[in-house]
């Protein structure tokens, strides 16, 4: 089955960058289209940015757009979300996403729409 591993979290201060990855193994990485979501403490889980499956296409939240970029790379099968401009707010677990359907602009900031997950990474910005 598909997995999902994280890395890069970790602690910055506002106006800086940190760069997160996720490895994905278990099935053919090009047919899934993928997703980075945050959760801040008592907030909602939400959908930060996406990116297709053939990477033609990518789509972010308004709050993060012009600051972060997403990128996949289909030969070593890892999507990154380069964040730059950070701030308080950019603060939670962010979570790599997979979503086996073909991801829009309607659809793919929905939790629902993604089947496999990875086991998040801490992002604290002060």
């Known amino acids: 089955h598909v997995q999902l591993v994280e890395s890069g979290g970790g602690s910055a201060y506002a106006g800086g960058s940190l760069r997160l990855s996720c490895a994905f193994s278990?099935?053919?990485?090009?047919?899934?289209?993928m997703g980075w979501f945050r959760q801040a403490p008592g907030k909602e889980r939400e959908g930060v940015a996406a990116?297709?499956?053939?990477?033609?296409?990518?789509w972010y939240a308004a709050s993060v757009k012009g600051r972060f970029t997403i990128s996949r790379d289909d030969t070593s099968n890892t999507v990154t979300l380069q964040m730059n401009s950070l701030n308080a707010e950019d603060t939670g677990v962010y979570y790599c996403?997979?979503?086996?359907?073909?991801?829009?602009?309607?659809?793919?900031?929905?939790?629902?729409?993604?089947?496999?997950w990875g086991q998040g990474t801490q992002v604290t910005v002060s």
């Open positions: 990116i297709r499956r053939d990477g033609g296409e990518t």
């Open positions: 996403a997979a979503d086996p359907g073909s991801c829009g602009s309607e659809s793919w900031s929905r939790a629902t729409e993604y089947n496999y």
């Open positions: 278990g099935y053919t990485y090009s047919a899934y289209c």
